[in-house]
C-alpha cells in the first residue's frame, strides 16, 4: 500500500509569488489534514477535510491560504502571495473514517526569501 | 486550552544507554497520545499510541511508553539506544474535532546518540 505522498518536496520562491503544494492520501482515507512547522518550532493543525468537505480550517493563519480537495482524492494547498513567515514545512495526513491514527507524508520544504 | 509540553529541546545520550523522553499534556477528556518519530530527511513515523486500556503500550523500535494519568503525562522510553535512533522525537494529543481528531504537537525533542 503507499503512504501519503506529498509534491514537491522543497520549494523556493520570492517573496510574493504564488506556490501550490498537493498532497496525495493513502487511498481510502477520507480525512486529510494539512499541519505546519515554521522555524523549528511545534507542528500546528492547519486544516480538515472530510472527503472533499472543510471540517475544521482553523488553524489556517490567514487568507493568503487556499486548501482544496476537488473529488474527495487529492488536496492542494495555494499559497498566494507567500510572505517570509510561510516558510516551513508542510505536512499532510490522512486516516480512515472514525480513527484517530493519521499517516503523515514526507512534508514539502517551502522557503520564502 | 489543549496543549503538549516536551521540556528537552535536545537530549544526548551514549550509544547503549537507557533513554527516557519526557511529555506532558493538557486535555480536559481522556486524551488519544501519540509519539512520532522523525528522522533526518524523512517524514514522521508513528512509534506508539494510547487510546485506552493498558496504560504501558509498546511501539516499533523497542520503544514503549507509559500513560500516567494523575500526572497528565505520556513518557517516551527505550531501554538501550542504537546510533539509528537519533531523530527528532514528537509527543502528540488528538484532539476531537466535530467528531474527528487533529493532532496537538509538543515541540519536540532533539535525540543524538554518541558512539
Known amino acids: 500500500e503507499a503512504g501519503v505522498t506529498q509534491f514537491p518536496s522543497h520549494s523556493v520562491i520570492e517573496k510574493g509569488q504564488t506556490v501550490t503544494l498537493r498532497c496525495d492520501p493513502i487511498s481510502g482515507h477520507d480525512n486529510l489534514y494539512w499541519y505546519r512547522r515554521v522555524m523549528g518550532k511545534e507542528i500546528k493543525f492547519l486544516l480538515h477535510f472530510v472527503k472533499e468537505s472543510k471540517q475544521d480550517e482553523s488553524g489556517m493563519p490567514n487568507n493568503r491560504f487556499l486548501a482544496e480537495r476537488t473529488g474527495g482524492t487529492y488536496s492542494t494547498l495555494k499559497v498566494q502571495p507567500a510572505e517570509l513567515e510561510d516558510s516551513g514545512v508542510y505536512f499532510c495526513?490522512?486516516?480512515?473514517?472514525?480513527?484517530?491514527?493519521?499517516?503523515f507524508g514526507p512534508g514539502t520544504r517551502l522557503t520564502v526569501t | 486550552a489543549q496543549s503538549v509540553t516536551q521540556p528537552d529541546i535536545h537530549i544526548t545520550v551514549s550509544e547503549g544507554a537507557s533513554l527516557e523522553l519526557r511529555c506532558n499534556y493538557s486535555y480536559g477528556a481522556t486524551p488519544y497520545l501519540f509519539w512520532y518519530v522523525q528522522s533526518p530527511g524523512q517524514g514522521l513515523q508513528l512509534l506508539l499510541k494510547?487510546?485506552?486500556?493498558?496504560?504501558l503500550v509498546q511501539g516499533i523500535k523497542g520503544f514503549e511508553a507509559e500513560f500516567k494519568r494523575s500526572q497528565s503525562s505520556f513518557n517516551l522510553r527505550k531501554p538501550s539506544v542504537h546510533w539509528s535512533d537519533a531523530a527528532e522525537y514528537f509527543c502528540a494529543v488528538g484532539a476531537v474535532s466535530g467528531g474527528y481528531n487533529k493532532l496537538i504537537f509538543g515541540a519536540g525533542t532533539r535525540l543524538a546518540v554518541h558512539p
Open positions: 494510547y487510546f485506552s486500556g493498558d496504560t
Open positions: 495526513a490522512s486516516s480512515q473514517a472514525d480513527t484517530p491514527k493519521q499517516y
